[in-house]
């Protein structure tokens, strides 16, 4: 059928498998002289017949140089491109850094995880169970969710681990929050209107002396708005 297939197979004991493996230097055989940031070492190429020929490729998995390399010291990066339809050129799409970062839409990812795009967008989603998201911080340490435009923190939104309060701030910290919530349902706004029913709380930042709370059952509203 024309079918080409590579097998290697490794039947000893040893804890090593299979593997297949690529070498690059610059100089010449003879005298190789050591690579340099963002040389490529390999390029694994996939190409389908496009009914004229088979020089198109559809994706490519590139491993290049990602730093400056020295003895016994080799940084690199991986990345991973796909021919988007109506063109013959490969676009770069994932990369993931020397540092283990991953950049989707970027070259240059900042976060562990860092995706761009004219309009981003993340999606976690069950078909048959419940879909979750976790924002798990180490012990004693903040978990928060940043609102951004344009790199600039507009509000965040966590649980504060000095004190197990769910904050929400927009001056890009936890000292002075618009508004808490208690692990008991307290909730705390600054120059907000106080309301308390039953055991619940909004509590108003407000002086004490300029409000005036009117009874109504047991709800309390504030006159100073």
Not at 80 to 99: C, H, L, N, Q, V
Not at 195 to 217: C, E, H, L, Q
Request: charged share 20%.
């Amino acid at each position: 059928k024309g079918e080409v297939a590579v097998t290697q197979i490794n039947d000893s004991s040893a804890t090593d498998g299979a593997n297949f493996r690529m070498f690059r230097a610059r100089g010449t055989k003879a005298s190789p002289t050591i690579v340099e940031n963002g040389d490529t070492l390999g390029v694994i190429t996939f190409h389908g017949y496009d009914g004229t020929d088979y020089d198109t490729s559809a994706g490519q998995i590139w491993c290049e140089v990602d730093g400056t390399p020295a003895g016994n010291d080799m940084p690199g990066r991986l990345v991973f491109k796909t021919t988007p339809d109506g063109s013959s050129t490969p676009a770069e799409r994932m990369r993931i850094t020397s540092t283990g970062k991953v950049g989707i839409g970027t070259t240059d990812p900042t976060y562990e995880v860092d995706v761009r795009a004219d309009s981003a967008r993340l999606q976690v989603k069950s078909s048959t169970s419940t879909a979750l998201m976790f924002i798990d911080a180490a012990t004693n340490h903040d978990a928060i969710l940043y609102f951004r435009e344009n790199g600039n923190n507009k509000w965040l939104v966590g649980n504060d681990a000095d004190d197990d309060l769910l904050k929400f701030d927009n001056n890009n910290s936890f000292a002075s929050p618009a508004m808490t919530i208690s692990t008991a349902g307290v909730v705390t706004a600054g120059k907000f209107v106080g309301i308390t029913y039953g055991t619940k709380a909004i509590n108003a930042d407000v002086a004490t002396a300029s409000r005036t709370f009117m009874p109504i059952s047991d709800q309390y509203f504030s006159d100073d708005i």
